[in-house]
């Protein structure tokens, strides 16, 4: 009980702002619980967490009694394309270039801005509903999406995407907006939003090009989020990390998402370079692309963490469904079962996120003076039971449905799965408005 | 309209027991779907599907205004081990065998009667709050467990184990008992419960006693329900499914779960002997054995199913999740997502299901005719919105929580998730304090 008793102090003991307290309380600096557990906010910052029986005569204004629930740090959702929620569904079981060439590219080539504020705000709901706290995005508009993550009271980590393909022109003027975007926004939302570079990847943006994105992003201290490895493009015969490698890229702070098609080379150079993978297990095998090595990458000390991708090609942006399909993607990959355990994919889903996108001192733990970033799971449900070991629990058996409170940043932003922030049907309304319509244009 | 139409009678234009309408309703005996659909039962079986415009006037003592929702046949597990619920999460991320040896075999050693009978309840609600209307269970003590079935109202075909082990004392008492199961409770719980014979896996017994089960199934008319080639055991220098073809064992009708390694000519044997393949991707993922081949077993016209196996290597019974898992793991296996569109994993997880049971005649689809097993998904969720494709939707986004509704043969057993048919609290509550009892046994 020690551990926690002395990082007690005089005005936490008085008052806090939300005393959550009967759960068991999974903080994720260790693997390790309390039962009977309790925390308490104040100020948006955890200030208190340990038994429940330390803190009987605290005074708050929200006090929540958990009881049956599992309190633990808010999911981190490391790669996604939110707004795609507007594709979800649309144009399924197709080859990669046909799906990309004849679905999506045509549909968001009339995407216009307010549609991607109904998308993103679709996203966050859907995110906040299934126990996610907190985002890395990449897409266009994100000044947009920016706005959507506000309103909703989430954290995320925003990039607006840089596309060359080719195009000098287009290139430049997409790296001048995102640079734009990143000077802006970081820091926007009270604190919830950050900022990366967002270059889409090694394939659809030129040498020159980013170079540049590269040495932008050290100069204003910020990462830069793409998509590496995904498949197996070589260029001018080395693979895409050691090209990058070679261009002197890994200079900055890279959350690389995907890194399927890795060579032995590939996977020190990560390592060697801080490099943090997203690793997308659910679109990886919808997509037919393969499976990432993530025990090999893990064992070379990559910080590794998970993503959904869009929900174009998952087709959901549940991170506990991921948490699941990557333990057992490793298990399957390494044909052994003892790979991935279920301790260590909920660390990936939670403090290797915060890692990746900088901000391990703010959340992914619960710890006396983290924002406060967390969630309560409703474990009374006859899945869940009985239950032998709440960690294997949370992997195997528990949904994003089960998620029954989400806090973020100190504020309650969905209690008894009413998401507070955020008007449900008139979002969800919306959004198949937005759907038929950029269909009929 | 027509193709519907037709099928009326002058008795179902006056009153049905139940009328569900408003609905997009699957039929799942073809790849479309009906907007704006109807289905009436009457005596427990389905006697309209159809247009909604159609019924208007029909009238019904419970009708079921199932706007917004998405109807279609339950979801048939073609192997599972119920009772297992009370293992959930008990040894994680183990190998098979340190798992089987030295956390399950010993706990199974310790089981009751009565263990069995609150661990098989469990399963049932999980099953039924899940959206599965009928399963496929091998475990021991199955009397124990048609008793769960009968209670809970739900659909099943069971099979008593038969494990041999080198013991041929134990293995002729264990067949006596799986003959004896069969015959008394075949038919039971008005016709609700089917048999099939259990013989656990080729490694597990005997060649004597393989072909005297397969011989005793045929003359009883009933099915044999068992492991093959789950593991790389070879036999005598013959896979397992070309011994078994030598001993003759092909000739009763046969469910094989698993199927993972498989030869070439394995796969054609199968083809040939008509055997019923059940495809258990989650808890092949799970321990690590590997990927069944399940597009080359399907273009061999092998009728391919699906199961989540006992909840102790799942760890749920939710088909929904295995549904998706199966797609994704084909697309991943054969690295193409073309493979397994989500029309045909649904008809594995329904029709297929029927089939392999033996109730391609009562269930499995919607038809005239039928009894009434079927499930209503409620659609008005942020994660299912916008809805572009309905059978996409339901393989990639849909969860077991989004099933709304739940009616076997006739009966609605649960209702805007209430289950009826059985006390969920005290279920829940008493296989934790049988959980807890087993340990400390």
């Known amino acids: 009980m020690l551990i926690f008793h002395h990082k007690l102090n005089g005005v936490l003991l008085e008052k806090a702002d939300t005393l959550i307290y009967g759960c068991t309380v999974l903080p994720m600096n260790g693997k390790y619980f309390i039962e009977d557990?309790?925390?308490?906010?104040?100020?948006?910052?955890?200030?208190?967490?340990?038994?429940?029986?330390?803190?009987?005569?605290?005074?708050?204004?929200?006090?929540?009694?958990?009881?049956?629930?599992?309190?633990?740090?808010?999911?981190?959702?490391?790669?996604?394309?939110?707004?795609?929620?507007?594709?979800?569904?649309?144009?399924?079981d197709k080859p990669l270039t046909v799906w990309l060439r004849e679905a999506i590219w045509p549909l968001e080539a009339k995407l216009r801005a307010e549609d991607v504020y109904v998308g993103a705000l679709l996203g966050c709901l859907e995110m906040i509903k299934s126990g996610t706290t907190c985002f890395a995005d990449m897409y266009f508009h994100e000044e947009i999406v920016a706005r959507a993550v506000e309103q909703s009271r989430i954290r995320a980590a925003l990039a607006q995407g840089i596309i060359e393909a080719g195009n000098k022109e287009l290139g430049r003027k997409m790296f001048r907006e995102s640079v734009g975007f990143a000077k802006k926004f970081n820091g926007h939302a009270d604190g919830r939003i950050t900022v990366l570079l967002g270059p889409h990847a090694v394939y659809s943006c030129s040498q020159d090009l980013l170079r540049e994105v590269s040495e932008k992003a050290s100069e204003l201290g910020v990462g830069v989020h793409m998509h590496l490895a995904e498949s197996k493009e070589i260029l001018q015969g080395v693979s895409e990390v050691e090209f990058l490698e070679e261009i002197g890229f890994f200079k900055s702070c890279v959350l690389a998402a995907h890194c399927i098609n890795l060579t032995e080379n590939d996977m020190h150079i990560l390592s060697k370079r801080g490099v943090n993978v997203v690793h997308v297990p659910v679109a990886n095998m919808k997509l037919g692309l393969g499976a990432a090595r993530i025990k090999d990458l893990i064992s070379l000390g990559v910080n590794v963490c998970l993503g959904t991708d869009g929900p174009a090609s998952n087709n959901t942006l549940d991170m506990f469904?991921?948490?699941?399909?990557?333990?057992?993607?490793?298990?399957?990959?390494?044909?052994?079962?003892?790979?991935?355990?279920?301790?260590?994919?909920?660390?990936?889903?939670?403090?290797?996120?915060?890692?990746?996108?900088?901000?391990?001192?703010?959340?992914?733990?619960?710890?006396?003076?983290?924002?406060?970033?967390?969630?309560?799971?409703?474990?009374?449900?006859?899945?869940?039971k009985p239950l032998h070991d709440v960690f294997a629990s949370l992997v195997y058996s528990a949904r994003g449905s089960d998620v029954d409170t989400v806090i973020v940043d100190g504020k309650i932003i969905m209690e008894n799965r009413h998401v507070k922030s955020l008007d449900e049907i008139s979002i969800i309304e919306e959004a198949e408005k937005t759907a038929a319509d950029l269909l009929a244009r």
Chains 1, 2 share one sequence.
């Open 37 to 92: 557990g309790a925390i308490a906010i104040k100020d948006g910052k955890i200030v208190f967490v340990g038994k429940a029986s330390l803190v009987t005569s605290i005074k708050a204004e929200n006090r929540i009694n958990a009881k049956g629930k599992v309190a633990m740090p808010g999911l981190i959702n490391c790669h996604t394309h939110a707004p795609m929620t507007l594709f979800r569904g649309f144009a399924e």
């Open 321 to 384: 469904e991921t948490v699941k399909f990557a333990a057992l993607l490793q298990k399957l990959t390494y044909m052994n079962p003892t790979v991935l355990s279920a301790y260590e994919v909920l660390k990936m889903a939670t403090m290797n996120g915060a890692k990746a996108l900088g901000l391990a001192d703010k959340v992914g733990s619960l710890e006396i003076g983290k924002r406060a970033d967390l969630i309560l799971i409703d474990f009374s449900k006859s899945h869940l």
